[in-house]
């Protein structure tokens, strides 16, 4: 891993707070916003179909996220979507529960199919939902592995042209020819809801400051994780974790970050 630019994009973050526009679910909703806030981001949902795109065009990156869909925030989308590849803005898509129902497993094909997205973040089981080897995802729980299925998530990234981001106890970035490993994070990120949706609107800020999807992915997953890792230091349980990842996230300075790195590449 390159520190230098990892901490290159995270102070630019710091510096130029990267609108993100996130079409997201309702159950994490203050919790993205703020965790986007303290990383040095700057957090904006716009759900209706009349002002999406135009938010997206200002917009430093699109975040896609399909944990409550309904058919109108669907088309919001999609044309926030098709406004984000005509000007050109990195868009991430958390395909959350992708497997547990066929509807949410059918709209995430779509989104994909559509074009555009530059990295697709999700748990296990929800990428393997979206490939030929499917996977067990229980509600929005993941009950699977990433490297169960190594060549299926990387033939799903050459299928799309997308980075894969797959997070777990290994987080792993896999493009048709690159794979990173994270190994940054803690077990208590899992006992709160939204952290995987807030590891993608973290990809969302690290895209809008890298042009290259999956070192911004990775970026996003080590800061991330790091983050958790401190913040467990000072909780009792999920309830003083989120606090504490909070303020961990606002104190957090590119010394602790370049020292506590734990990635590498395959």
């Avoid at 630019?12 to 965790?35: C, E, G, Y």
């Avoid at 467990?232 to 590119?254: E, H, R, W």
Wanted: charged content about 15%; some cysteine.
């Amino acid at each position: 891993m390159n520190n230098d630019l990892l901490i290159q994009n995270f102070n630019a973050i710091r510096t130029q707070a990267p609108l993100v526009h996130s079409i997201t679910n309702h159950v994490v909703m203050n919790t993205t916003a703020n965790t986007l806030l303290a990383l040095g981001g700057s957090p904006v949902m716009a759900h209706a179909k009349e002002e999406a795109a135009d938010m997206t065009r200002i917009s430093g990156a699109l975040v896609l996220n399909i944990g409550t869909l309904s058919p109108h925030w669907v088309d919001a989308m999609h044309l926030s979507l098709d406004a984000a590849r005509e000007a050109g803005k990195p868009v991430v898509l958390d395909p959350v529960g992708a497997g547990a129902t066929p509807y949410r497993t059918k709209t995430a094909h779509e989104l994909l199919g559509a074009g555009g997205v530059s990295v697709l973040r999700g748990n296990a089981s929800e990428i393997l939902a979206l490939t030929p080897a499917g996977g067990q995802t229980k509600g929005v729980d993941s009950t699977d592995e990433a490297d169960k299925a190594f060549d299926a998530i990387r033939d799903l990234a050459g299928k799309y042209s997308v980075t894969v981001s797959v997070s777990g106890k290994t987080d792993h970035i896999i493009t048709p020819d690159r794979h990173i490993r994270v190994h940054n994070g803690h077990e208590l990120l899992s006992r709160i809801t939204g952290m995987g949706c807030t590891a993608s609107v973290f990809t969302g800020a690290f895209c809008a400051v890298n042009d290259d999807p999956a070192a911004a992915a990775a970026h996003a997953m080590i800061t991330f994780g790091i983050a958790g890792e401190i913040a467990a230091l000072y909780s009792k349980g999920p309830g003083s974790m989120q606090a504490a990842l909070l303020d961990t996230l606002s104190s957090l300075d590119q010394e602790t970050l370049s020292k506590m790195v734990h990635a590498d590449e395959a």
